[in-house]
């Protein structure tokens, strides 16, 4: 199931070996580190994929401003694709609605993705089977240190995207969650990247996969570790992600029910 445009994506970061971004004052920890790193990889899919690759809120941007008669949220919504890759593209229904040419998306924390890459060079969301619409993050890890798995993206969110692909009768999966994993070293000025990787989170078996409830109910990985054995299809491995999701979340409400009996019990209530 290794697409095109997936391998285009690992030619496209080769070459970010030996490349550096300024060290920051602060702390190298989480998300601090990966930030300069993310705009010298969009400057990478920049160069490779042309007019195919966006940020997310650049992407939203750049659609509305080619639709203008669209006015309402779920007309813009529509702009989107498939239901599923609206539910994970879209802002929320007010912002959706008060967006305008003096009013546009910034940047936003919880965007799904830093880079959209499109699967041809029409500004517009038809993904295929082969070409899906890519969701592009970033993650970096020191290279020195062994850190915990970071938290990879809402398992909630993944669920549901699958969801509704499956309850729309969609016959593939119309976005694939792809991670650009870094290893840097840091020296006095600079972070320099020693190692690139990339991942599809739709390579990995679902079965594999750790849900930190938590921590955000967040699928925590090592994006330099994780399998990338998976050859289903799109559709399989949304079905076999929700199977997953489902027991894991059992899971916790049983957890979460004997603690809220612990507690009960201690005020004497059963």
Not at 38 to 65: G, M, P, Q, S, W
Not at 114 to 140: A, F, M, R
Request: aromatic fraction near 10%; hydrophobic fraction near 40%; charged fraction near 30%.
């Amino acid at each position: 199931m290794k697409t095109v445009i997936f391998s285009e994506i690992e030619d496209a970061v080769r070459g970010l070996v030996g490349k550096f971004v300024p060290r920051g004052s602060g702390t190298l920890a989480g998300h601090a580190a990966a930030v300069p790193f993310e705009d010298l990889v969009h400057e990478h899919l920049e160069r490779y994929f042309e007019d195919r690759v966006f940020r997310h809120f650049d992407f939203l941007n750049r659609i509305l401003e080619e639709n203008p008669k669209a006015i309402t949220s779920d007309e813009r919504s529509d702009l989107f694709g498939p239901r599923s890759l609206q539910f994970l593209l879209q802002r929320g229904v007010k912002a959706m609605e008060e967006w305008s040419e003096d009013n546009k998306f910034r940047v936003k924390q919880n965007d799904t993705a830093e880079s959209v890459i499109l699967p041809s060079k029409i500004l517009e969301v038809k993904p295929t089977e082969q070409k899906p619409l890519l969701l592009v993050d970033v993650k970096t890890q020191d290279s020195e240190k062994r850190a915990q798995p970071p938290n990879i993206i809402s398992a909630e969110k993944v669920a549901n995207a699958c969801r509704i692909c499956l309850e729309d009768g969609e016959s593939f999966l119309p976005f694939d969650f792809v991670y650009i994993a870094i290893k840097w070293k840091a020296t006095t000025k600079q972070l320099v990247c020693e190692e690139v990787n990339v991942k599809s989170l739709i390579r990995i078996p679902p079965s594999d996969l750790y849900i930190n409830w938590a921590a955000a109910q967040q699928i925590q990985f090592h994006p330099f570790d994780v399998d990338q054995s998976y050859k289903k299809s799109g559709i399989d491995w949304a079905k076999e992600y929700i199977s997953v999701f489902c027991d894991q979340l059992e899971g916790r409400i049983v957890k979460e029910k004997s603690k809220l009996l612990e507690f009960k019990k201690t005020l004497g209530l059963i």
